[in-house]
């Protein structure tokens, strides 16, 4: 151990292995449990921040991460350096920096009450699938997450005030979700109101999906060659099938009609 750097205040040992109880001479860190071949062992875990490697620059007081704002550091008992914040609200907490810098916490729990409505005991339905469905639904719109971001964060998809303050008020307008089904808007590009939503199967909502960014056609299902034709398609259990090719999109169009109408009309809610 390096007796140069560590004000050694005591030393025990448990089991197999020995630790101690230190204060950092360098930057003043006092550390009450640490494992002694940390301290100068290549490679392991350092026991104060000015021995670690850093990551990032410390967090300034009064910065700002959500609806928290940073207050003071406080130095925790060998796992770095952690942070006193308060919420909007009123409400402190202390977390890591990393917690901050990540997004993963922007609160200090307000935010998720107000996003998801009224304590989920007051309803009894938390874990059920219509709760899982209203969380799902509210997530997509509010977070630009990776997976769904193009069909619902960047098209400023919203959810109506009523069902994104209340689970109660959307089971209210959904009902009970038959055995299979899930949560469908009427119109791909609309929004998720009482008017634009329903239980869909599976298969209506593979038919009933919005066309893709890269459309240029300006119909589903139709699609322009590198020969200046246009061809016609449809999928039909998760497989494309060829409708014909032909001289305009609009002939192309009336072809992927009535490939709806033949391959299609017996889905129905």
């Known amino acids: 151990m390096d007796n140069e750097r560590w004000e050694v205040h005591r030393i025990w040992r448990e089991g197999k292995r020995k630790y101690v109880e230190i204060t950092c001479k360098v930057c003043g860190e006092h550390v009450e449990r640490c494992r002694e071949d940390s301290l100068s062992a290549k490679g392991k875990v350092r026991a104060c921040a000015c021995t670690r490697p850093a990551r990032g620059k410390p967090l300034k007081e009064g910065e700002s991460f959500g609806k ?75 977070h630009p997450f990776e997976a769904t971001r193009e069909w619902y964060y960047d098209k400023g998809i919203k959810v109506s005030e009523e069902w994104r303050d209340s689970f109660e008020n959307f089971y209210r307008d959904m009902g009970p979700c038959p055995i299979g ?46 020969y200046g034709t246009w061809v016609a398609y449809i999928y039909i259990d998760h497989k494309r099938f060829h409708l014909g090719t032909y001289e305009t999109k609009e002939e192309a169009h009336e072809a992927r009609k009535k490939g709806e109408e033949k391959y299609w009309s017996h889905i129905k809610e």
């Open 181 to 226: 089904y899930t949560l469908d808007r009427i119109d791909p590009d609309g929004d998720y109101c009482k008017e634009n939503c329903r239980w869909a199967s599976i298969a209506m909502q593979s038919i009933n999906k919005g066309m893709h960014s890269n459309n240029t056609s300006g119909y589903k299902g139709v699609s322009e060659t590198k």
């Open 68 to 142: 928290l704002t940073v207050v003071k550091k406080v130095v925790s008992k060998g796992n770095g350096a952690m942070y006193e914040v308060v919420c909007e609200c009123g409400n402190k907490k202390v977390l890591s920096a990393s917690q901050l810098r990540q997004g993963g916490t922007k609160s200090c729990g307000c935010l998720y009450r107000e996003v998801y409505g009224r304590a989920l005991a007051k309803h009894g339905m938390s874990g059920t699938v219509e709760h899982k469905a209203w969380m799902g639904m509210v997530q997509r719109v509010s």
